[in-house]
């Protein structure tokens, strides 16, 4: 039975507005991904032209089932929906949650944008769903991302090898982070603070 506590919520703050990701998005997407050609990166797994309705729909299932809150991001300085993210694999005996599937268009990247949708992800997991870690992973040759996660405060866990398939059918070692509860004070505050400059 689905866990109530994964119910489509929309999420924001005034850089970004996280909607429950819809087959709406799906144009909006496509340009989204076009913007830097993200499908070409082989450690990520942001789908190629004509595959974002399958993705999408896929997201839509996973939500059906309880487990995970697939988010389209809008940027909110024009409007534009410019990537993805979700909430996923929710562990409801701890509770704990895993961010990812997030990819942005290129022209979002080192923009306020990652820092705002992880705000809201991460207040979102600990003060409403009340989990006690989030976890965060990463291809091992995907280092812009490692870079990233470890900007938001989180702590290397290690690397888990062979751990899941690429987009491409090939194995990847996968890197993987997390912030516990405690630490989650702190990392608010790092996070206001870099969206307050």
């Not at 799906?26 to 595959?51: C, Q």
């Not at 976890?135 to 090898?161: K, M, P, V, W």
Request: net charge neutral; glycine share 6%; hydrophobic share 45%.
């Amino acid at each position: 039975m689905p866990d109530m506590r994964l119910q489509p919520v929309i999420l924001q703050d005034h850089h970004v507005a996280l909607e429950p990701l819809g087959l709406d998005h799906v144009d909006a997407l496509e340009r989204a991904a076009a913007d830097g050609e993200l499908w070409k990166l082989w450690f990520t797994s942001v789908p190629a032209p004509g595959a974002m309705r399958a993705y999408v729909e896929a997201a839509i299932d996973a939500r059906t089932q309880g487990n995970a809150l697939p988010f389209a991001v809008r940027d909110k300085r024009d409007g534009a929906i410019v990537g993805s993210t979700r909430l996923f694999d929710f562990e409801p005996e701890l509770p704990r949650v895993e961010i990812g599937y997030t990819w942005y268009a290129a022209s979002r990247q080192r923009t306020c944008v990652n820092t705002a949708c992880k705000r809201l992800l991460l207040a979102h997991a600990f003060e409403t769903l009340q989990c006690l870690a989030v976890q965060f992973c990463t291809d091992r040759y995907n280092h812009a991302s490692q870079r990233a996660i470890e900007r938001l405060g989180a702590q290397r866990d290690g690397i888990l090898r062979s751990h899941r398939l690429r987009a491409d059918g090939s194995v990847r070692d996968t890197v993987a982070y997390s912030i516990v509860a405690a630490e989650w004070p702190d990392v608010k505050r790092l996070l206001e603070s870099r969206l307050a400059r």
